[in-house]
């Protein structure tokens, strides 16, 4: 059962959003914290963005995704320009196969609407009662990879707890 639109989805709507009011989408977004207060349905819904602080390099967002008059998910994010001589350190990814080496996971017969919108590849990560989980992931329509983009795909794996569970975990809805 699907308790509403995907919390990557919703992510990036705010993420998309803080952009646009920090400098029209000229500053990217470094840092994004989302707080989900209740499920929205399906249907209208805005954003609230309010710039907190912004200075010459750095801009400090906070957004509100609102439903029926409330507040459904808050976010503070962070946007800032780039600064000559700081770089990010890169992790060696695991050895693992190549997308192309691995099959399509099987569409499921009811899918939630999100999972309609993309091609899983799943790599086997460990064995049974590991909480492990990886593989590649895109869009099934090629898309730029920007920064909102990126929050979704960050929502849209299986969690790690679902590879040790026997039984699907439901969503529930709040109220």
Known sequence: MVG??????????VARALEVAAD????????????YLRAPSAGTARVEVDLER?????????ARLVQDERTCLLALGVLADSRDGFELERA??????????????????DPPPVARRLRYRPVPMGGAGEA??????????????DAPLLVAFCDFWLPAAFMVTREPIPCRRSS
């Open 4 to 13: 509403g639109p995907n919390g990557g989805y919703l992510a990036a709507i």
């Open 24 to 35: 029209g989408g000229g500053r990217p977004l470094r840092s994004l914290t989302v707080h």
């Open 54 to 62: 912004q200075g010459r390099s750095v801009t400090f967002a906070s």
């Open 92 to 109: 060696t990814p695991p050895a693992v196969a190549a997308p192309e080496e691995l099959a399509d996971a099987p569409d499921r017969p």
């Open 132 to 145: 492990l989980t990886g593989g590649w992931l895109r869009l099934r329509r090629a898309l730029p990879l």
